[in-house]
């Protein structure tokens, strides 16, 4: 047919706005990578991705494992990426127990209590975080030298940090005890939602996830007592000696202030979706609940949480992908995260283009593993067929 | 209990209240001891910012320390700094000025009246114009005042408004090419979407302000300002985009296939019947990615901007006044809380107008 090949016809008109669109994107990118290639060729830089095996000459302030400015820039790289990840454990912990507090003060039925949950979700939620980040990190700064550290309870505050009794291990050793801990408490969570430990009973189940919790605790201690430095007391404490401070183990200020920021300001809006799942539960459950003859603790903990839970985790799962990507926010008072170690790298090295694409590939890594571990999760909890009354 | 007093209105309100505040024991000891903390914090506040507080313009560390309370002199002192940044002194009418206007173009388009789009672009655009002139000058014999001199509250509202203006457009050509019947579009635009809302929106900043330079030709590198602006327009136009597929979802089929049916166009039907009522589903949560993005304009500090919190920070950074950081922190919160505050009460006025057809009972 002579139709099928003119410009009215609709496969034609669509195939050439395609293929134009491809081109001049294409187009785009490849001269994007050929004004790159130009620009770093008259600074003397090639690209590739040799320089990652090159030392930093440079230092991180903040590691969990020990590094030093001979270290290259992968085991540099690989360091941001645990630092983004240890804050984003620990912010995203914090926020969920402190938003479920602040949730279940809004769900409150008496007024005041309510009223205090508003007020902690509205001012945290309608400041802008790194303005809140810097008032925390300012405080943090404003606090006496150590010199004249406030003492309280074996602990120190002192504008170098916050210094706490600490045990007389190495930083690996530590990180490996955390790391068997870890390693326990997740396969809990695995065997409490992988369909594989399904067919058990609750109660082998339970000693099941009872032992995994154990052996890795167990683990965790046993690195701990191994690493014990034994010719030094076991526990450390901080004391003032001059201008510094001896013993205990420092948080850094840019630590806990990031912390402290992610943790507050994600409570205010894991507080609002925790009410949002609550109010998400039917009347008619909870007053069947309480019909039976459950106690309220009973109707709380069995009826009320379980169905606000299955309610409340798909939008909770975007809060955490949110809550991860603003770890980032670290390289404002120079916590170094992943964010930051690349922002320096690119500063030091020029491998712009290299270091751009690594950022991208860590965070894209990431939010795909939270969101597909939370989204099986939430296959695994939610209703299964076409029913939606239940929680509606 | 309740029934006895069903006929006394008065006597229910208390019944009730005592029901609410006294129910049980455990709720009586939460009221008890919630209201005196609300009343601690509350005298707290009063006392420092207010019954101890140092007013005076002239007062420095000596006496502020002195009076215990809140050192509002730093404000009296470093106002000028932390609303307008390092504009020249002379010149700074014009910033307060510029606010003005992208304050009431901010209120313009919250009333109903202006909401077609020709209005409301046409307010934005010549809201933004005006501004752009009064503090760029160069004509009308305003003198020349170059960016980077750009700072404070004018910046911050600058960076939220370009943001807007240019993200909007581009939010709504996604979300278009991503419902579009052609694979290669749809997929393109999806990918794009979904590549920048999972990358943070600092890399992204940082990406445009200093690694982009490098990957353009000369020509076409325009000042750091520009090109901060361009990325966050972007990022909110993947957030935006994807709110008002959100609305598209909304519409029933039946509304795009009887406009075929009437032989509209491709452009008829999108700009008159699908656009329209994706907005106005969508339009609670867009509301809400436009407070969201107000409060994301103070990430550019990052990359070097003066705008509203950097100007606080070096208010207070000069040793002076170096102690009185919380007064500084605090005016500038009660400058973003306010603004930030109205838009999402407004948000939520909306929804529930919106709803008032739909609300059961």
Known sequence: MAGALSWKSRTVRNAVLQAVFVAALGTLIVLGIVTTRANLA??????GFDFLWKSTSWEMNFTLLPAGPTDPYWWYLVLGLMNTLFMGVIGLAGATVL??????????????????????????????????????????????????????????????????PGLAVSRGTTALAVLFG???????????????????????????MLTAVGVGMAAAALVLFLGLDPTAPWLSLPQPQGLKVQGGFRIQPEFYSLAVTIITYGAAYIGEIVRGGFKAVGRGQTEAARALGLSPWQVFSRVRMPLAFRAMLPILINQYVWLIKATTLGIAVGFSDFFMVIATSINHSGQTIEFIGLLMAGF????????????????????????????? | MTSRFALNPRRRLLSRLRADYFG?????????????????????????AVLRASFSAT?????????????????????????FGLYPYEEQWRSALACLVVIIVIFLSCLPKFWTFGRLAATWVLGTALFYILMRGGVFGLAP??????????????????????????????????????????????????????????????????????????????PKLYRVIFGGALFFAAYQAEIIRGGFQGIPNGQEEAAKALGLTYWQRTGRIVLPQAFRLALPATINQFVITFMETSLVVVVGFVELLAAANAAFQTGEWKFAYVEVYAFISVIYFSFVFGLSRYGAYLESRMNAGQRKE
């Open chain 1, 42 to 47: 008259a600074q003397g830089l090639t690209s």
């Open chain 1, 99 to 164: 938003g479920l507090a602040v949730g279940l003060m809004r769900t409150a039925r008496n007024p005041s209590v309510r009223l205090m949950g508003t007020i902690y979700i509205e001012l945290f939620r309608n400041l802008p975080v790194i303005v809140q980040l810097f008032f925390w990190y300012t405080v943090a700064n404003s606090l006496p030298p150590p010199r004249q550290a406030i003492e309280a309870g074996g602990f120190l505050l002192s504008s170098r940090g916050i210094y706490v």
């Open chain 1, 182 to 208: 870890v390693l326990g408490v997740a396969a809990c969570f695995w065997i409490l939602f992988s369909r594989r430990f399904r067919a058990l009973d609750a109660a082998p189940r339970r000693r099941l």
């Open chain 1, 364 to 392: 894209l890594l990431i939010n795909f593993s939270l969101s597909s571990v939370l989204n099986r999760l939430n296959r695994a909890i939610a209703l299964k067929g076409r029913q939606t009354g239940g929680a509606a």
């Open chain 2, 24 to 48: 049980s024991l455990p709720s009586g000891v939460m009221t008890l001891l919630s209201v005196a903390f609300l009343l601690w914090i509350g005298w707290t506040i009063l006392d420092w």
């Open chain 2, 59 to 83: 007062a420095r560390q000596a006496e502020c320390v002195a009076s215990g309370g809140a050192c509002w002199s730093v404000i009296a002192a470093r106002w000028r700094v932390i609303l």
């Open chain 2, 145 to 222: 005042v170059n960016e980077q001199q750009w700072g404070g509250l004018p910046l911050t509202l600058f960076i939220f408004v370009a943001t807007s203006v240019l993200g909007m457009p581009m939010a709504i050509a996604l979300a278009l090419m991503r419902r579009s019947d052609l694979p290669v579009i749809s997929r393109v635009s999806g990918l794009l979407i979904d590549t920048v809302r999972s990358l943070p929106l600092l890399s992204i900043l940082f990406t445009f302000a200093i690694v982009l330079p490098f990957m353009l030709p000369d020509a076409l590198n325009g």
